[in-house]
């Protein structure tokens, strides 16, 4: 059952590494059966969107 993690697998997975709180079976699905390019991708647009909602929100705070 090698079926690859759909797009919101993915995303699920980048979004729960970045607070660390990724469970062993969905780490062990991304290990065996993810392309390392795809998480890539997603964990660097989700950086960008991040960085980005935090400037917004900074702006927002000081104006």
Not at 31 to 56: C, D, E, P, Q, W
């Amino acid at each position: 059952m090698n079926k690859k993690p759909s797009l919101w697998q993915i995303i699920s997975s980048v979004s729960a590494a970045f607070f660390g709180v990724q469970n062993d079976k969905n780490r062990q699905r991304d290990f065996t059966n993810g392309s390392v390019k795809s998480y890539i991708i997603v964990g660097i647009i989700l950086a960008v969107l991040m960085v980005l909602t935090l400037i917004s929100i900074v702006n927002i705070v000081l104006s």
